[in-house]
């Protein structure tokens, strides 16, 4: 090889062999875009999940626990949210917020969001679960459907009280914006009647304990009770209600909805002032 060519050959390979280097220590490891996928997914899903940031343009890139975060909000105080949120998941070291503030900024709407889907969800379930704890309602005959906060019953109801009951717990639901009572009236053995038989087999073997819980998950899933102002109590099965609400009509309602717990016998609410 002539020297020219060899002078020119050589820092040529260098340069290769340097790049090819770089390359290949530049390159995630298999593990670590395990991470970053792992990572930006939970910071996404927590954005989706948020009141304030689920309806917000916003997109999520990890690398090396570094979040780059894209997108515009209407708030400073929202592109302040969604730093703190991605600062807060395990093994993020930094943050790049390039999310722009517009005051006059429109979310799209389009299809139904993740964290709605979610909201509906959760709505169905909280119902379905005061349907279960009540010892008037058979939650088995009873379908719960939720759209956008709108609630739907559908099925049977052995009595019209039972129905009306089943329409209450589902409105006094948190994150309900209505409820459509489709309920049809069965007066046939082993609707609500089976429900009522199995409270007085089962009657009792159940707990205080259970009885407190569910009692105390009635009122904090309520959306016109505090429920975390009230201390639940029970003994026997008679619960004790104690606190301060703010009206009559809050503590009425608090005294309804312990009472139809399955097990509850009765409910003493002297200290439960307003």
Do not use: C
Request: glycine share 6%.
């Amino acid at each position: 090889m002539n020297k020219p060519l060899q002078k020119l050959f050589i820092p040529s390979i260098a340069l290769l062999a340097s790049m090819t280097i770089s390359s290949f220590i530049m390159a995630a490891t298999p593990e670590q875009e395990i991470t970053n996928a792992r990572q930006e997914s939970q910071i996404w899903t927590t954005y989706a999940l948020s009141p304030y940031l689920r309806a917000n343009d916003i997109k999520v890139s990890v690398v090396d626990g570094k979040a780059t975060l894209t997108g515009t909000v209407e708030e400073a105080v929202n592109k302040d949210l969604a730093t703190a949120i991605a600062m807060g998941v395990n093994g993020i070291k930094d943050v790049d917020n390039k999310i722009d503030v517009r005051a006059d900024y429109q979310p799209t709407k389009s299809e139904r969001r993740y964290g709605d889907q979610m909201d509906d969800l959760a709505i169905s379930s909280t119902i379905k679960s005061k349907l279960l704890w009540s010892k008037y309602t058979n939650s088995q005959s009873i379908k719960v459907n939720t759209l956008d906060g709108k609630v739907t019953l559908e099925g049977n109801a052995e009595t019209e009280e039972a129905k009306k009951l089943a329409g209450r717990l589902a409105k006094d639901t948190r994150g309900v914006r209505a409820v459509e009572n489709k309920l049809v009236i069965n007066k046939t053995p082993g609707i609500t009647g089976m429900a009522k038989a199995s409270t007085k087999e089962v009657g009792d073997v159940i707990s205080d304990s259970w009885i407190t819980t569910k009692v105390k998950s009635t009122l904090l899933y309520s959306s016109n009770v505090k429920g975390s102002d009230i201390e639940v109590t029970t003994n026997a099965g008679v619960v004790t209600l104690s606190g301060k609400l703010d009206t009559g009509v809050e503590r009425a309602l608090a005294v309804e909805l312990a009472e139809n717990v399955r097990g509850v016998k009765s409910v003493q609410a002297k200290t439960l002032t307003n």
